[in-house]
């Protein structure tokens, strides 16, 4: 049962900080409800947050996320909505094996593992995670590999974490608790789709959706700090103030904790929370990878003493040698960085590769870790939800993935905004 809402769908005033997809799935969710005065603060001058796409001689190439997997009804659904073009991506690819194409994930063993875990653990498929209690319950706050070995499920990590390390949920096996790559792995398995415009297309068509039916969309206008209240008062860098009833952040824990006024419990929580430094390059070289529109993974830089190497490269467009390379890093020195993927360009086959587009993610994958979890930290944190008049939606409570984002954040607003 939702909680008897204190607001007015006519009459409250609800800021939303960030469009990404949690923010703009939390405005839409509003709307939805008849909320009539609802506000979006984006610092970045687009919609899409981590959905960030490039352009280059044209063409679009993905510098945040890339995948939309089958099971993500939520997002497959706005994208319909908005008459998305999108194209399916072929199988994974090892360049390793004497050549041979090895396809990557392995369905049926993965498949046979998710029984196994189903069998231990069956209220990992009940419903959505919506309680961290839930999580601590059932020992999924334990790192993966401890997780896996005290349910004799040990051939497990090795089979998938190969396919996550590389994909942005790893080298920190010690330190990632074992719900992130479960949450990971039931949510991101079946075919998966790539939008032929890019992923920003996606919350770019949104967001002119949310606009004509009454959303007020201010770009360009980071929020820098909130008066609390109420009402409460959002001061950015762009404007005067405004004054809203409720706030939900989507934005940064890091910015969350510059900006919101926020309880000692929910600034320890967010003061501890763990990050991977991960960066996207858009490289040129003859030869690279040769895998068109495929994901390609490469088994020797998937090692913890590899960190710093492209493990991972896919290749868009088909008709020139132009991959997405993924890359943990480690410093600030981005030249070193650039080096180190042009060499790995190099020696999977690109002749005199070259860099065309680069982003830096410093703090994507905002975790909890285990030792968070047995204080309590994000229990804390969602039950905090609403002090002051301020909502917590996106990354850090959904698990840093489009799909889990936007449930998360639908889930928030008929939580705690149902007329
Ligand atoms: C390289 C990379 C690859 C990825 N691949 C995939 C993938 O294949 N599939 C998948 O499902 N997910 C993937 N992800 C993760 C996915 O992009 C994120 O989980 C998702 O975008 C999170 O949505 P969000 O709305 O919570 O946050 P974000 O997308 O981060 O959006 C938050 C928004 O808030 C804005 N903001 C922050 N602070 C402020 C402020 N103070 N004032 C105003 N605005 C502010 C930001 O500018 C941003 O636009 C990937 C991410 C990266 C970086």
Request: proline content about 8%.
């Amino acid at each position: 049962m939702p909680a008897v809402t204190r607001w007015n769908p006519e009459q409250s005033r609800i800021g939303i900080v960030g469009a990404g997809p949690a923010g703009l799935a939390a405005a839409r969710a509003l709307l939805r409800a008849g909320y009539r005065h609802v506000t979006v603060f984006e610092a970045g001058p687009d919609p899409g947050g981590k959905c960030e796409t490039g352009v280059f001689a044209g063409r679009a190439y993905d510098l945040g996320a890339v995948c939309i997997f089958e099971g993500y009804t939520r997002t497959l659904a706005l994208a319909q909505e908005v008459e998305l073009s999108l194209k399916e991506a072929p199988t994974y690819l090892r360049p390793e094996g004497g050549g041979r194409e090895l396809p990557l994930p392995p369905t049926g063993a993965v498949k046979a593992w998710a029984e196994q875990v189903l069998q231990k653990v069956p209220a990992l498929f009940e419903g959505p995670f919506e309680s961290f209690e839930d999580v601590v319950r059932l020992g999924l706050h334990e790192p993966y590999g401890a997780w896996a070995q005290r349910l004799g499920l040990e051939p497990i990590p090795a089979l998938s974490l190969y396919f996550y390390q590389s994909t942005g949920y790893g080298y920190r096996t010690q330190r990632v608790p074992a719900i992130y790559f479960l949450r990971a792995q039931f949510t991101c398995t079946g075919r998966v789709w790539v939008a032929k415009a890019g992923y920003q297309e996606l919350w770019r068509r949104q967001a002119q959706r949310l606009v004509q039916a009454g959303l007020q969309l201010r770009t360009r206008t980071p929020v820098t700090r909130v008066v609390p209240g109420p009402p409460l008062w959002v001061e950015t860098a762009a404007a005067p103030p405004v004054e809203v009833d409720a706030l939900i952040w989507t934005g940064g824990p890091k910015e969350a904790l510059a900006a919101l006024p926020l309880t000692p419990e929910q600034a320890q929580a967010l003061g501890n929370l763990g990050y991977i430094d991960y960066r996207t390059w858009v490289i040129e070289g003859e030869g690279l990878a040769e895998a068109p529109g495929r994901i390609v993974m490469v088994e020797r830089n998937n090692r913890p003493e590899h960190l710093g190497h492209v493990a991972l490269y896919a290749q868009p467009h088909a008709d020139r040698p132009l991959a997405l390379a993924w890359q943990y890093t480690t410093s600030d020195d981005d030249l070193a960085h650039e080096r180190v993927a042009l060499a790995d360009a190099q020696a999977l086959g690109a002749e005199d590769p070259d860099i065309r587009l680069r982003r830096r993610w410093s703090h994507f994958f905002p975790h909890f870790s285990p030792e968070a979890f047995e204080r309590g930290e994000p229990v804390a944190l969602e039950r905090s939800q609403g002090t002051g008049n301020i909502f917590f939606a996106g990354a850090t409570l959904a698990m840093e993935l489009v799909e889990s984002a936007v449930v998360h954040a639908e889930g928030v607003v008929a939580r705690h905004f149902s007329p």
